[in-house]
């Protein structure tokens, strides 16, 4: 009588970490599993772990997502291969076209321009942040004493 194997708990993990570099790429499941060839539904049961990953597969989902295929067995933690979201931000900005990235830097020089004229001259970008070490009762005291 033949017997089906049911997703271990390595299964399972493996799922997560596909989720996680994928939520860390900024990926949604269906933009991932187009570039898979599958549809979301047999990608959100990889990510739970509820189906199998064939190797021929799973080396595929880690060259789409960009992460070494031993990073989703568990392997090299600490080699920093998911991106932060400045990466993810610069990459995404590259994307656009010259005239989209201009206007874009036009817009953060307003958004800036228009910050600083609100704030009093010298002061830091999180002005509204109490200081380091500074209890925060103190910071709200001293902000409630200079409003008129």
């Known amino acids: 009588m033949p017997t089906t194997k049911s997703p271990s708990a390595l299964d ?3 799922g997560q970490r596909i989720r996680t570099a994928r ?6 499941q269906e933009g991932l599993a187009d570039q ?4 979301f539904q047999q990608l959100q ?7 199998r990953i064939t190797a021929g597969r799973l080396e595929e ?31 995404r900005i590259g994307l656009l076209s010259p005239p989209q990235q201009a206007a874009l830097k036009q817009m953060t020089d ?3 321009n228009v910050a600083g004229a609100e704030r009093p001259e010298g002061s ?13 009762k103190e910071a ?4 409630s004493e200079s409003a008129p």
């Not at 049961?45 to 189906?51: A, D, S, T």
């Not at 880690?62 to 993810?88: A, M, N």
């Not at 709200?140 to 902000?143: D, E, G, S, T």
């Open 12 to 14: 399972q993990f493996i």
């Open 61 to 91: 989902i880690s060259r789409v997502l960009g992460c070494p295929l031993l990073w989703l067995y568990g392997k090299d933690e600490d080699v920093g291969i998911l991106p932060t979201p400045h990466q993810v931000l610069a990459e």
């Open 110 to 112: 307003a958004m800036l």
């Open 124 to 136: 830091a970008l999180r002005s509204g942040a109490p200081k380091r070490g500074r209890p925060r």
């Open 45 to 51: 049961k990889y990510e739970k772990g509820v189906n």
């Open 23 to 28: 939520v860390a790429k900024g990926m949604s």
């Open 140 to 143: 709200l005291k001293a902000r």
């Open 36 to 39: 898979l060839g599958l549809t």
